[in-house]
């Protein structure tokens, strides 16, 4: 059973990770990287995915996918948004589903 479920994290890995890239490219500027380690579901049943941004270790970040869309929005370090989002979204961070309607509406 162990080994199913690490090879289901992977695979929620390699999903999520396009969500996740979409999230940071879109609302912050000068993360050049993202490194995903793992994914865990925590007690309650939700899976969180983490990782870090840029090499940098101490700019992690922890996905939840709380839905079946899957990661709409991405916590992390606050030296993140302090140092890389993109001012006109300080107040109204976009999800993935938010930004995705909007470039299929330009499309």
């Given amino acids: ?6 090879q289901n994290m992977k ?3 390699a999903e999520q990770k396009p969500r996740i890239e979409t999230f940071f490219n879109y609302n912050y500027n000068g993360i050049n990287k993202i490194t995903l380690t793992n994914a865990k579901k925590n ?4 899976v969180h995915i983490k990782g870090y941004l840029n090499d940098n270790e101490d700019l992690w970040i922890d996905a939840g996918l709380y839905d079946k869309n899957g990661v709409e929005i991405v916590n992390s370090a606050k030296e993140v948004d302090e140092n890389f989002l993109k001012p006109e979204y300080e107040e109204n961070i976009k999800t993935v589903s938010e930004i995705e309607k909007k470039e299929n509406a330009n499309k």
């Fill in 1 to 6: 059973m162990k080994k199913q479920e690490e």
């Fill in 11 to 13: 695979e929620i890995l």
């Fill in 43 to 46: 007690p309650t049943g939700v």
